[in-house]
């Protein structure tokens, strides 16, 4: 099944562009839903499954499968994912959201941000998005954003996070660690910190990895989110960097203006105005195309498109 995909506007220079019928998903697509946003989707047998964070209206967060033939229009389980022990005993779980997912060698993995006496990095495991195994904590509480590199690097996962508190958190750099196993996690080194308010205000109060990265033949492609605190709170926008194929803790690029902020309605206006946060992209590098999912004002879904080759090259040119 091809990506999902519209052709870039006469009018735009911009590298991503949002599609014209953004959002793609309501905030009240199943009955329990408060707001579905911050979400990850892969392709899967003909065409497309996720793991999409809807809060309910008790705002209660949770993950949920759904799935899709064109990556567009999704049908979202309207229970909550049923883990099952997967790699150690099942462990408390007082909220999941924000997930990520990747395939690896045999399984479609998952990450997100679970409630374990605060936050922290959950993850787990499918073959078919029915059946679905949890697995140890990466880390200690306080940590989100957690974001697997979709192989083994020197033979050992990789995972990006952002430690935090267990607020709201005004702070935060971007850190990779690795293991073995899935289970025991070491080797953390901080990959990207924020930048100078005068250098790059959009990104100078917390970054954090967003899709799983994309290998292209100049590294890995991070999309991240920034954060800029204003008079009136927080101001979520997207950016990219380039890491090092082999040492991705070392950037090789990274953009210094932002290559996508809240400027429509559905991303001004909202449970959390002015945030779009993105989790997954869908991409082909033979056709040279990219679709970015991202959360828009913690309420609804949107999607923005984007040929890989343009974007490596503006991240290069326009680089901190
Ligand atoms: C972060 C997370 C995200 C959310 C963002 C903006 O701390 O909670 O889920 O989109 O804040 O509210």
Redesign the pocket.
């Known amino acids: 099944m091809p990506i999902p995909w519209q052709e870039k506007p006469k009018n735009c220079d911009e590298v991503l562009w949002r599609y014209n019928k953004n959002p793609i998903i309501d905030r009240y697509a199943i009955p329990t839903s408060n707001s579905i946003?911050?979400s990850a989707v892969v392709p899967f047998e003909e065409g497309f499954a996720g793991v999409f964070r809807c809060d309910n209206k008790a705002v209660q967060m949770n993950i949920f499968a759904g799935f899709s033939k064109n990556g567009i229009d999704w049908d979202i389980d309207h229970e909550p994912i049923d883990f099952v022990a997967g790699n150690t005993q099942m462990i408390e779980s007082d909220y999941k959201?924000?997930p990520r997912v990747t395939f690896i060698e045999d399984r479609y993995w998952i990450t997100w941000c679970n409630g374990y006496h605060g936050p922290t990095i959950g993850i787990g495991y499918t073959f078919d998005f029915k059946k679905f195994y949890q697995c140890e904590n990466a880390f200690l509480p306080f940590n989100?954003n957690g974001v697997l590199f979709p192989q083994k690097i020197n033979g050992k996962y990789a995972m990006l996070s952002r430690p935090s508190d267990n607020g709201?958190?005004p702070f935060g750099d971007i850190y990779i660690s690795f293991s073995p196993d899935m289970k025991y996690w070491g080797e953390h080194r901080c990959v990207m910190k924020v930048t100078p308010f005068e250098n790059s205000a959009w990104q100078s109060t917390k970054i954090g990895a967003g899709p799983v990265p994309i290998l292209t033949n100049d590294g890995w492609l991070l999309f991240y989110h920034g954060v800029i605190s204003t008079c009136n709170g927080?101001r979520?926008s997207i950016g990219a960097a380039i890491l090092d194929e082999n040492n991705p803790e070392i950037v090789k690029f990274r953009t210094q203006p932002y290559l996508l902020a809240p400027a429509e309605l559905y991303e001004l206006t909202g449970d959390?105005p002015n945030?779009i946060?993105p989790c997954a992209s869908l991409h082909s590098l033979e056709e040279d195309k990219l679709a970015l999912y991202y959360?828009a004002a913690?309420t609804v879904t949107g999607l923005a498109f984007g040929r890989l080759s343009e974007i490596v090259e503006y991240v290069k040119n326009n680089s901190l």
């Open positions: 946003f911050n959201y924000d989100r709201h958190t927080f979520y959390v945030v946060f959360g913690d």
